[in-house]
């Protein structure tokens, strides 16, 4: 027995709202759902970093040290770097080959521009202080540690900024591409 025929997509038109937003340019659709999952991914580590903040900044030197030597070990090689690279290379992707929408190019433009910040952040902030910090040992803390703990602190809160700002584009940018309504105001 043939399965039946859909009248809907024999006519070239979907038959839900829901099947539109999959039908409609499958690939890019699925592309741009993609980067929106990699945007929260890349969000996680550095909002994480904001939450624990103000409890890191109550620790001593020892501990803090301790933290920092020994929790974050292996998390920039799993969630840090990657999703924040992914998320700029599928953003300026999509920027450059939006071809329907001024308004959603816009919005993955911006969004690039956060994840690209996010890169400067960690470079101008975060790596510094992993380097220095990947040697020191609890007993011979130098004694402006704090110095160095108020600056990873401050580059992961950029981050966590820039990484929202980056979920919030990609988000409007791919709904507005998504439903066609790049053109009308927001």
Known sequence: MEPEADPA?????????LDAIVWKEDGMTNLRWLTLVI???ALLAPA???LEAPNK?????????SVQQSLYRGWGALIGGPSEIAAL??????WITTKCSARSRRFHAIAAGAYAGMLVAFFVFNAPVNDAVDGWTWAALPDDWQSYRQKWEIGHAISALLAMIGLWATLKGTLLAIAGRSDQPA
């Open 9 to 17: 997509r024999e006519m070239g038109k979907p038959a839900s709202t």
């Open 39 to 41: 945007a929260v991914w």
């Open 48 to 50: 994480a970093h904001l």
């Open 57 to 65: 900044f109550a620790l001593d030197g020892p501990l803090w040290l």
């Open 89 to 94: 290379a599928l953003s300026l992707y999509l």
